[in-house]
């Protein structure tokens, strides 16, 4: 289960597009070991799912955006594998924002170095040491985000409807779409048809997989914090360019009550 500490990150943590006027502080060796310490801690959507991180500075990929390092995700090549990268991913994200480490999911980065104990290089997070806090989101609702209507389907959930959909995604697009049934969530990689933001056509699928996994992070963060007691089970995608692919079922219970 997802550490529920993890949870006030939600409403602090940003997308940094570029690493601007945000101090001149660096991240420490220190705390370059505590990140590889710390990731071996969160959880997996898939815990059999074997994976890795390497911290590597920034030249030694294609992102430039003004990032001291890059975090490079590996992972074994199973089903729900990239789901599952940004589950774990996500996770890494929301720990950094809690030590005013900003993150970018970069999408599109490269590396040279596609393999890591015997792993395949997945995506990368850009990171930078931020000294001024101001820089985080300080008011998240005010963000650019898909309106509630577009994505949840159903009766609203409080905590849960209006929290979710400030996911992050790999290369924003907000591949996500839920229909809430009874005590049923049901959860969907959904591709707009005609829209890709930035990713080639060829990459579409790849790329809001990984957006899938982060969603759920943030869905069982919300569904935890709000004591909301609850059973997935995840549904094979194929990687298929279908407009509405089933992913996750969630079976909602009751609340857990207070002592």
């Excluded at 945000?22 to 815990?47: K, M, V």
């Excluded at 930078?128 to 989101?137: L, M, Y």
């Excluded at 298929?240 to 002592?259: C, I, N, P």
Aim: aromatic content about 12%; overall charge negative.
């Amino acid at each position: 289960m997802i550490d529920c500490k993890l949870y006030p990150a939600i409403y602090k943590r940003k997308s940094f597009h570029l690493f601007r006027n945000i101090g001149n502080e660096t991240i420490s060796s220190d705390e370059l070991r505590e990140i590889e310490d710390a990731y071996q801690h969160f959880s997996g959507l898939c815990p059999k799912i074997r994976t890795a991180i390497r911290i590597v500075p920034a030249e030694e990929t294609t992102c430039r955006r003004g990032e001291e390092y890059c975090i490079l995700l590996y992972s074994e090549k199973k089903e729900h594998y990239l789901q599952n990268i940004g589950y774990i991913g996500e996770q890494l994200d929301l720990y950094l924002t809690q030590k005013n480490i900003g993150t970018l999911w970069f999408g599109i980065g490269k590396t040279e170095e596609s393999q890591y104990e015997n792993l395949d290089f997945v995506i990368m997070l850009a990171i930078a040491k931020v000294t001024d806090e101001t820089k985080f989101r300080r008011d998240m609702f005010k963000s650019k985000r898909k309106p509630i209507g577009e994505i949840w389907f159903g009766e609203y959930i409080d905590g849960i409807t209006e929290i979710v959909r400030f996911a992050p995604s790999a290369c924003n697009t907000q591949p996500w779409m839920i229909e809430h049934i009874d005590h049923t969530l049901k959860i969907y990689r959904y591709k707009k048809p005609g829209k890709r933001g930035i990713m080639p056509a060829d990459q579409v699928s790849f790329y809001n997989q990984i957006d899938m996994g982060i969603f759920l992070c943030f869905l069982e963060l919300c569904l935890q914090h709000e004591k909301i007691l609850y059973h997935v089970e995840l549904k094979y995608d194929a990687g298929l360019d279908d407009e509405k692919t089933l992913f996750a079922v969630y079976q909602l219970q009751d609340k857990v009550k207070e002592s």
